[in-house]
Each structure stands twice: as C-alpha cells, then as structure tokens.
C-alpha cells in the first residue's frame, strides 16, 4: 500500500536540474584519453515537500546526479536551480551557505562520522553555525535525536556502539540540524536489514509530513521507494529514460528497461492482480566512456529493433505525465490543425 498520496498536484520544484551533464576526461590506456559521460544532458525536478525516486543500476549516474545537485561536483553544461536561483556557478562562501540548505545521506553510516567522536559532538558541529552557546547546542542536539526517534543518552556513545540502522537515525538528524529544503539520501537504507528498512523509510516519511523538507531517493531497488516516492526517474547509462508521477510508472512503466527492474520486485500486493512475468537483462551496464549508438540500452533490450542501435528515440510526453525515451514511443501525432 502507497503512504503517499497518489494524485500528485502541480508542486513548485525545489530543486532542477535542466540539461544537466558532468563528463569526466580519464586516461584509457598510456597516452590515450577518452570521455566518460556520466550524466549526459538529464533533465529532473523534486517538487517542493515532495520526493523523487532516481533509479537505476550501479553505474547509471545517480550518485553523480546527487553530487551535481548539491554543488559537490562542478557541471561540464546545464543548469542547476534551488528555489527557483540559478546555483549553477556559485563558489566560496555562497556555496558553503548554500550548502546548508541541501543535505546528503550516505549509504554507510560508519563511514560517514568520524569514529573518534561522540553521537552528540558529531551533531554538536553540525549545530554550531545556528547556535552559539553549549547548552543550547546540546538542547538542540537532544532535539534531534529525539525528532528521529532515540534517546538523548545516546549522545554520549560512540558511532561503534550503535546499530546500522540507529546510526543512518544519527545520520538523518545531523542532516535535518540545518533545517534543509533538499536532503539527498544515497541508497540509504541498501546497507540495512529489511527490518531496519521498514523503520528508516517510515521515519523518512513521517519527518516529510512533520517538516515538509524534499527527498532526493537514490536506489538502484525500486521496491525500496514504491511507498514513499511521488516522481520516479529511471536512469540508464547516463541517460534518464522514464520519469513520471510514481504510481503510474509503478502500474504502467512504458520503458523495457523500466519494465525489467519492476518485474524483478516480488508482488505480494492482493490488490495488484497482474502478474508481472520476471525479465531477466542479458550482461552487464556498458561503459559509460564507451555507450552504444542510437538507444543506449539496444544491447540489453528484449524489445530491440534495428532502427534502436541506428537513432537516439525521441523523448515523447505521454498523456498520463511520463516522459519515455523509446521508439515503441514515438511523439503523439499534431492535433489537426495544430501545426
Ligand atoms: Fe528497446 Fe529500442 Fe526502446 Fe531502446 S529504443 S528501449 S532498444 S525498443
């Protein structure tokens, strides 16, 4: 059962991305270069109180979209905006207090903390640029934990003596001490037990309701984001394939690629009575320095024609709000009289 609302209104994006790209230049072999296209010209939006699932399997871009995003990495071209400002090239200072409004959350939180110091001090620093005095920095750090669910006595331990899940808690409440519009959450729930899981993305939800701060859902499983998601993109080798309100990409997913990574999650909903037949990919992701002409899944794709591997396909807006990059596709034709 979905916990978000399943009409989607128009929402005001808190953060864009438009024709966004980052290509890196890497060494291929002694003298010789090439070009990794590891975005390549996407555009997204998350809506303002809202969450976009991105996914896609590893080596598809996603993690570099979040990183673009948050101004962690320059663009090769493109625009970035955050309540509706052009980010795209701000530097120094701007950037650092830009910084505070978008958050990201890895997906392993021991890495993520420095293991030396407290839960408390780890919160404490994120804290400080708001609160000056100690008392208050350490009343707010009891907030916060408290608004993720634990205790504050739990300040004083270490992140080793915490569980995964406690931990990626810590992680979303060091996150929430800057009172962002965005928070990134990289596959955060990937290394947790499914239990664990439950908890993390009902948390997720329920601070979504209480605060109205925006998701970015980065996972290469779509099960993970079914309930909580209200825009889902889908992201192949660089490239964003299908996006759309998420209940219609979830009941209707239009592209092979789409279709592939939802037959692959169990259907233990009563209410969905299609089955959905398991499609199994041949091979690996290709290099992203080296993509296939023409559409960039041809060598994986069940539905593969000859036109597939010859032309990029159009990107075509359905009626129902998705957009697909597909020729089983092609643009609806002019209205008559509308040309
Ligand atoms: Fe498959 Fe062709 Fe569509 Fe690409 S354009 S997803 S190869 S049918």
């Known amino acids: 059962m979905s916990i978000v609302s399943e009409t989607t209104p128009t929402v005001r994006p808190v953060a864009e991305a438009v024709h966004l790209s980052k290509h890196y230049k890497v060494r291929v072999s002694g003298s010789r270069h090439g070009m990794l296209r590891a ?37 090769t071209s493109g625009v970035i905006r955050l309540e509706d400002e052009d980010i795209t090239h701000i530097k120094g200072k701007q950037l650092r207090r830009l910084r505070r409004r978008m958050q990201l959350v890895f997906q392993d939180p021991y890495s993520s903390f420095d293991p030396l110091s407290t839960i408390a001090d780890s919160i404490g620093e994120a804290v400080r640029p708001h609160f000056h005095e100690r008392a208050a920095r350490l009343a707010r750090t009891s907030e916060l934990l408290d608004t993720v669910g634990l205790a504050a006595g739990l300040g004083r331990r270490h992140p080793r003596e915490l569980s995964g899940g406690q931990l990626q808690r810590v992680a979303i409440a060091r996150a929430l001490a800057q009172n962002p519009s965005l928070i990134a959450l990289d596959e955060p729930v990937s290394s947790l037990d499914v239990s664990s899981q439950a908890h993390i993305i009902n948390l997720l939800h329920d601070l979504q309701n209480q605060l109205g701060v925006a998701y970015l859902f980065i996972t290469h499983d779509l099960s993970v984001v079914r309930d909580v998601s209200h825009q889902l993109a889908v992201m192949y080798l660089g490239l964003v394939v299908e996006s759309g309100p998420a209940h219609i990409v979830y009941t209707n997913p239009r592209h092979p690629y789409t279709q592939a990574l939802l037959s692959a999650i169990p259907q233990i909903d009563p209410d969905h009575h299609t089955s959905r037949r398991r499609i199994v990919l041949r091979g690996d992701i290709p290099s992203p320095l080296a993509p296939p002409t023409g559409c960039r899944f041809h060598t994986r794709c069940p539905h593969v024609m000859d036109i597939c591997s010859q032309q990029e396909p159009p990107t075509t807006r359905t009626t129902d709000g998705v957009t697909v990059s597909c020729h089983l596709h092609p643009p609806l034709p002019h209205p008559r009289g509308d040309q």
């Open 39 to 75: 975005v390549d010209g996407i555009d997204l939006a998350v809506g303002d109180h809202q969450t976009l699932g991105l996914v896609g399997e590893s080596g598809s871009g996603k993690s570099t979209v979040a990183r673009l995003l948050l101004r962690l990495v320059d663009p």
